[in-house]
Every structure is written in C-alpha cells, then in structure tokens.
C-alpha cells in the first residue's frame, strides 16, 4: 500500500497534504513517509520467522539520521561503507553490534573507529583488506569478525551501473579462490572469519540470481567446513528491486522465502542488506514547475528540481514516475520533457511524459526515497533540498534546506 495517495483531488503523503509541505516548505523538497520505511523493513524482518537473522539497511541509500533512527527503534541493524556512515548510525541510536561494514577500500581510521565502538562484523573485499584488518586490530589487541565478500559470478540482470555480482567487476574476490583467502584469515592472530558476504547488485526483479548466488556461497561453506573453519553467518546483501514504473519485483516474502528454501538450514544465521526496497517507494521529490517552454520539437517544462537533486535518470536512465501533485481538470495533456536548470543536456528528470501542466504546478517525482538525496549534489552552487518526514498528519523537517553559508563557508580566499 503506497502512503502516497489522492484525497479530495490532491495528493496526500499519509495524512499530510504535499501541497501544503511545498508551501510551508518550499520545493524541491524530499518527503518520506515514516509508516512506509517502517512497514518495509518489518516485512522483511518477519519473513524470515524463526530462522536466526538480522536485516541491516544500507545506510547509503537514504542516510538521513531521522530515517536511521526510525529503524533502529525497530531494532534494525546497518550496512555501512565508511566512517561517515557509521558517525550516523551512531548518532541515530543505532546499535554498533548490529552493524556490518562493506566496501571495498576501508581506511585504516575507519577500521580503527569501527573496531572501538564494536561492530559485528568486517565484509572485507580483497588480500590486501584482510592484511590491514589485521594490522590494525593488533595494535588495538582486538579480534575483528571478518566476512569475506565473494563474487559468485551470476548475472543480476539490472542495469550494468548497478551490477555488482559479475567477474569483472571490483567487488569482492572470485569465489573459486575464496577458500585460499579464508585459510589464511583463519591463521591470522586478530582476525575470525564467522560469514560468508556476497551481493550481486541492486534493483533486481528476479528471485533466480539471488538463489543461484546462495547456491554457490552454499557450496563455499562446505568447502570451508573441510577446512575446518566453521562459518557462523551468511550474509546475502541486498538488492531486491522496487516498481519505478511496470517492473514486477517479487514480494518480499517471496525473496526470503525461495532463500530459506535453499538454505533449508534452521541454524544459519542470515544477514541481509535491503536498501532500495526499503526506502525507494517510500519518498517522493516535489518540484515546482518554473516555465513551459515549448519548441517546434518538443515540450520542454523547467522545474526546479534538477540532476544535482536527484541523478538518477541522468546517471542511468533511469525512469521515475512524475505525476501532478494537484491533476488539473481543465487543459489537454500534452507531452513533455522535464528539464532543471542546471546547465548539462543530460539535465532531465524524465522524458515524453503525457502531462497537463501550467507554469507554477508542482510535481512529484515518485520512488525518490533510494539514492536520491544520498546522491544529491551542489552542482551549479545548488542548495541542497530540504527533507520532510510525515508520521500520519505529523509534518518533521528532518534536514533544513542548505543556505549560501553552507555552500560557500568552507572555502578561503588565497591572501594576496
Ligand atoms: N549491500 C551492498 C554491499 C551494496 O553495495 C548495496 C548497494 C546494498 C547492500 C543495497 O542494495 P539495494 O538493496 O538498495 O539494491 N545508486 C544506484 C544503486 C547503487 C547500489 C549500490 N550498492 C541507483 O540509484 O540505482
């Protein structure tokens, strides 16, 4: 059930009127719905039943610390890829034994960090991570619980951009000398390796990669149980995909349960990082249109928001779903381009979109809630928008809109 919906002709987020944000607030303005995050992540977490798990959100995704706080109240833990996401965590009361640190470079003062506030576990990617684990949990005299991340070389089936799972990608180690980099975690003095890691990329819509990685991560664990080294945990990554437009995502239920099918293991502890099929359709990006333009070939309609707003449809083409936020009844629809005013062609949050607009309409970008401002930028010296959190007919400003101060304070003029 989408909390975005019409009332009395005008759309609604939960009991709050958008209309009424973008006045109150100003546009673009991001507006999450706090039932939606929570709802998302619960279904998630009750998939699973009595199998032993533990759903971490990627932080990346949308790391605003009210959206952070929200989920740890429900006893989410975290994906984190670096110390500025973990600082988040934190100070969103987020439980540093429920956080699992991925990525593939970590610094040596992230590692340090992580290790001193007790995360639950280091997904590392290549030899020369497990080296500096090491090297610095023995200066700390601690054991850091390691992970290795495998490429198990299926095909995610999504866009190349967001396809991590493949051989010739930078993410993990191949999956056929993984048992090699296990032994020799195993004979390091600082560090445990408990899980398995693997993630194969994000927004899929099919439940056979994923089960086909589990399957070869399976096989892993049996290798490794030969070894003697006994692996705890599985963690599975994300990546269940999101309906931006007419995808067909399986449900989550359906996900966890064909991966508890081929686990079929009541023991195993299961960790998975969902992100986008948390957050996604849980936001939307409102936006006011500035001026219609149209030309000889097409419509061109300028809206506020822009690429530095939200980079998706420009970083991959992606599709986003805009819909009027009041729909007029009055006028024709005609098709139109949705351009911002930043100065780059490829500036366009969606393309022939069938609208009826005048200038002044607001607009919402929809499925805005994953890798939207997480992603946004201050291209042109663009402000960043502001962010809103509803909580049934609650309004929170969980992030105030950027000033010029901001933008501009951290810099100096040379002297001379
Ligand atoms: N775990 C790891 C190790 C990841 O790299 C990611 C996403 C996730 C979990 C969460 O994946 P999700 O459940 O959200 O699919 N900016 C792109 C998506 C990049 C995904 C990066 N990694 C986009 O806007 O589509």
């Known amino acids: 059930m989408t909390p975005f919906t019409y009332q009395n002709g005008t759309l609604f987020a939960e009991n709050v009127s958008l209309a009424q944000l973008a006045e109150n607030y100003g546009t673009p303005l991001y507006v999450y719905s706090r039932s939606e995050l929570e709802n998302r992540w619960k279904a998630f977490d009750q998939a699973f039943g009595k199998q032993p798990h533990l759903v971490c959100y990627a932080v990346k995704t949308n790391s605003n610390i009210a959206v952070l706080n929200v989920l740890a109240k429900l006893g989410a833990g975290f994906d984190i890829v670096s110390q500025g996401e973990l600082e988040r965590v934190l100070r969103a009361g987020g439980d540093p034994k429920k956080v699992v640190f991925s990525g593939v470079a970590k610094q040596p003062a992230e590692i340090r960090r992580a290790l001193e506030v007790g995360i639950r576990c280091f997904n590392i990617e290549s030899h020369a991570e497990l080296d500096r684990i090491q090297q610095v949990a023995e200066e700390m005299d601690q054991v850091a619980a390691v992970s290795i991340r495998v490429n198990p070389d299926v095909d995610a089936k999504t866009h190349p951009y967001i396809s991590t799972g493949l051989k010739d990608n930078k993410f993990g180690v191949d999956i056929n000398t993984a048992p090699e980099l296990y032994q020799q975690a195993a004979n390091c003095s600082h560090v445990n390796p408990v899980g398995i890691d693997c993630h194969i990329g994000s927004q899929l819509t099919e439940i056979t990669p994923f ?4 399957e070869r991560v399976l096989a892993l664990k049996n290798t490794l149980q030969e070894q003697g080294i006994e692996i705890h945990h599985l963690d599975l990554g994300g990546g269940l995909g999101i309906t931006y437009t007419d995808e067909t995502p399986p449900a989550i239920s359906d996900y966890i349960g064909a991966l508890l099918d081929k686990l079929n293991d009541p023991d195993m502890e299961v960790i998975i990082e969902p992100g986008r099929a948390i957050a996604g359709n849980a936001g939307v990006l409102l936006t006011q249109v500035e001026f219609l333009k149209p030309t000889e070939h097409k419509n061109f309609a300028i809206i506020d928001a822009a690429m530095n707003d939200l980079i998706r449809p420009a970083l991959y083409q992606s599709y986003q779903d805009i819909v009027a936020v009041t729909p007029r009844e009055d006028g024709l629809q005609a098709q139109w381009d949705l ?6 062609t ?5 393309k022939d979109r069938s609208l009826n607009l005048q200038a002044g309409d607001l607009l919402a970008v929809k499925s ?5 401002f997480t992603m946004a930028s201050n291209y042109n010296t663009r402000p960043r928008a502001a962010e809103i959190m509803v909580d049934g007919e609650q309004t929170h400003l ?5 000033t010029y101060d901001d933008l501009i304070g951290l810099e100096t003029l040379i002297e001379e």
């Open 346 to 350: 490829g500036d366009f949050l969606g």
């Open 398 to 402: 969980i992030r105030r809109r950027e």
């Open 211 to 214: 089960v086909d990685a589990l």
């Open 368 to 372: 805005a809630g994953a890798y939207g």
């Open 339 to 344: 351009v911002g005013p930043v100065c780059e």
